[in-house]
Each structure stands twice: as structure tokens, then as C-alpha cells.
């Protein structure tokens, strides 16, 4: 079932009256990167899933996000849904809204899974990259910088043996709304860091990343999953970035031990 809220495109499947998994996407995608987590956890769970407002079907308005907006949306739907207490699931930029609405509001959550992300903010070389990307965009359109962006996500493997997925998903991001596209770049660009607060995270927390991840790699992963009290690791062999989609068997095989170790 689809449902509008606060403008963005949310889905929801699964039983309703289950406990809820609710899925933040990373960049630049959509809902869909978590549809084989949603067709799996939903024969047991509420799955909610939703374009981040300016990606996908979510309309980018003036296009200036910040990730204070992004979870202010986040908890929107929370809030319209009335979920109780549901298990956070980010990957990379949806990592980044999850860990600092873990900082702001982690008592409505009850377990956070976090996919190839990082606390960190960026350093300035990131930022200068990010001010590259945006001026590129402006420049040659979206599709180039969404098809080299994309590449660099995935794992040799996918790109090589899974061709047809892999062009077809940079095929449709380079169909997003330019806008939407540049103000996440901007909100991940002013991100705050929120390592300071991983120390207080004191809900169930998975931390899965990618053998091959190049953008958030394990060594970065690994310094979070230390600092994490309630934690465990997981390392997705023949995966990039991507975990969900290159590996998903893995995938679903570590998130359905985390839920089944932690009673959720
Ligand atoms: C993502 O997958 O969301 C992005 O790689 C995050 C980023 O660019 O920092």
C-alpha cells in the first residue's frame, strides 16, 4: 500500500498488526534498494519504506534539505503511522538520518540496523567533492554524475555479473529530479557528526558493511561498532556499498539473527 505523508511516498506492507521495520534508503536511490529485505520480513513484520523527500517519487520542492529536515520527516511518519517503538533500518545517507535521529529521538526506536554508513561528518576534502558533484550536475545534467556516483557503489562482482540490475538502477536515479539530487548532496554536506554520540546508544544495534565497501569502509564501521554498547558486526562477503541488494541472502540471513537474538 502506498500512502502520502507530509508530501513523500511511503510503503507499507506486512502485517499490520506486527511489529514494524521501517527502511531509510541511501543516495542517490529510492525505497526499492530494501525491496528483497521487504519481501522477506514482511511475511513476519510491518515493513514501511519511503522515498527520502526530493528522490524517487518524493517531490524535491525548493530542494533545500537539510538532515535535521530529513528526520523531522523520518519522524512525520512515525508520528502519522502511530509506530511503536519500530527497528530503525538505514543504509549509507539513510545511516546518516538514522544515527542523528538515534541522537535526537532514539526512545521512540527499540533496534537500529546500520548499513555500510558512518557517524562522521565530512572532512573538507568530502565537502569539496560534494561542491564538485553539484557543480557537475549543473553542468552536463544528472545522468553522469548519477552513472559514475552509482559505479562507484557497487562491488565488481554486481557490476559485472548482475549488468542489467546494475544499469537499470543508475537508469532510473539519473531519472530523479536534479533539485532533490543536489539538496541531499548539500544536507549530507552539512551533516553534523554524531560519533559523540554512539556512546549512548543503548538499543539493539546492528552494524553491517560491505568486504569490498570503498565509501564506508569496515575500519570506519569497526571504530563504530566499539564505541556501540549493544552491538554486533557483520561483514557481507562479495559486497560493495551495496549490501542489501549484492548480497541479500547474507543480508537478511544477519538482520533475521540480530531480530531473532534480541527477542524482536
Ligand atoms: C549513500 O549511499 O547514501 C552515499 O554513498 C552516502 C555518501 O555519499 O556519503
Known amino acids: 500500500m502506498k500512502k502520502i505523508i507530509n508530501d513523500l511516498s511511503v510503503y507499507i506492507s506486512g502485517n499490520n498488526e506486527s511489529k514494524t521495520m521501517l527502511f531509510v534508503h541511501g543516495f542517490p536511490f529510492d525505497h526499492t534498494m530494501w525491496q528483497t529485505q521487504v519481501d522477506e ?16 517519487e518524493s517531490p524535491a520542492g525548493d530542494g533545500q534539505f537539510t538532515m535535521e529536515s530529513f528526520v523531522d520527516d523520518l519522524e512525520a511518519i512515525l508520528n502519522e503511522l502511530k509506530l511503536n517503538r519500530p ?28 548499513c555500510d554508513t558512518k557517524s562522521e561528518a565530512d572532512n573538507n576534502e568530502g565537502k569539496l567533492k560534494r561542491a ?27 557490476r559485472q555479473n548482475k549488468k542489467i540490475n546494475f544499469e537499470r538502477i543508475i537508469a532510473k536515479s539519473s531519472q530523479f529530479n536534479p533539485v532533490g539530487v543536489k539538496g541531499s548532496l548539500l544536507a549530507m554536506l552539512s551533516r553534523s557528526d554524531t560519533t559523540m554520540n554512539l556512546g549512548k546508544i543503548n538499543i539493539p544495534t546492528l552494524l553491517i558493511c560491505g568486504e569490498q565497501d570503498t565509501l564506508t569502509p569496515q575500519s570506519i564501521m569497526k571504530d563504530m561498532f566499539h564505541k556501540i554498547n549493544k552491538a554486533d558486526f557483520v561483514e557481507v562477503p562479495n559486497a560493495g556499498h551495496m549490501t542489501p541488494i549484492e548480497n541479500p541472502q547474507l543480508v537478511n540471513k544477519a538482520i533475521r539473527d540480530f531480530l531473532i537474538k534480541n527477542k524482536l
Open 132 to 158: 564538485a558533484g553539484i557543480k557537475r550536475i549543473n553542468k552536463e545534467g544528472l545522468a553522469p554524475f548519477a552513472k559514475d556516483f552509482i559505479t562507484n557503489c557497487f562491488g565488481e562482482d554486481f
Open 87 to 114: 527497528i530503525l533500518c538505514g543504509l549509507s545517507m539513510g545511516g546518516y538520518i538514522s544515527l542523528r535521529a538515534l541522537e535526537r529521538i532514539q526512545e521512540k526506536f527499540s533496534a537500529a540496523i546500520l
Open 41 to 56: 520480513f514482511s511475511k513476519d513484520f510491518k515493513c514501511v519504506s519511503y522515498d527520502i523527500r526530493g528522490l524517487g
